[in-house]
């Protein structure tokens, strides 16, 4: 019996050379093979794309939201949380990842914790979008439906930078109770209904919500 030296050498030099070529990437490099990779589902090889960057440069807020996304993709839901927390705090004005985190906290029915992640949003202006989804989310958790829907679908018609985030928005339009659209848990003046049909916080409906798979797509 006689062994394959080349061939064993040949497969060898050919890790060594991939390896040499990942060490060679910059972080920009490794962001575009992550987004690459998740816009393919390829939600491990973006997990080991983003954790290259991170452990070369823990402050990257980016790399670090972006690794929370994919966290929360495969289900890893308090990993992800941890990380989009880490982001928000090296860099308070990553709207997108604020927003996300919010949504999280939120599917996850940690009320008090959405609420102070989402409010700084609101400073943001009735026409910015962030603002817009801001606002119905909170209205949401206090279960006034109605305005919750109007907040929604008035950032979702400001919206054309980031579309993403309107396919999460339309997600949860569609879970809501059918008097929404009737303008019932409504507490806008001159507007009809009563808040708080749901339960207290919205706590009830959230846990009805985070039943559905797609509630964290991030």
Known sequence: MTTDTHSGAHSEAHSDADAGAEQQLDEDELLHLAMHASGQ????LAIGYLKQ???????????????????????????AMEEMQRAVDMAPTLYAARLQLGLLYLTSAMVEESVATLAPLQDLGDENFYSCFSQGLQHLIRDEFADCRHWL???MGLNDENLALNGDMQRILDALPAEAAAGVGSTTPGAPGLPGVAGKDGKNWLSAYQGDDDSASL
Not at 41 to 44: N, S, T, V
Not at 63 to 68: D, H, I, K, M, S
């Open 41 to 44: 589902d390829r939600h491990d």
């Open 53 to 79: 960057i991170v452990h070369r440069n823990p402050r990257n807020a980016i790399a670090t939201y972006l690794l929370g996304a994919e966290h929360a993709q495969i289900g890893l839901y308090p990993r």
């Open 153 to 155: 679908q008035k950032g």
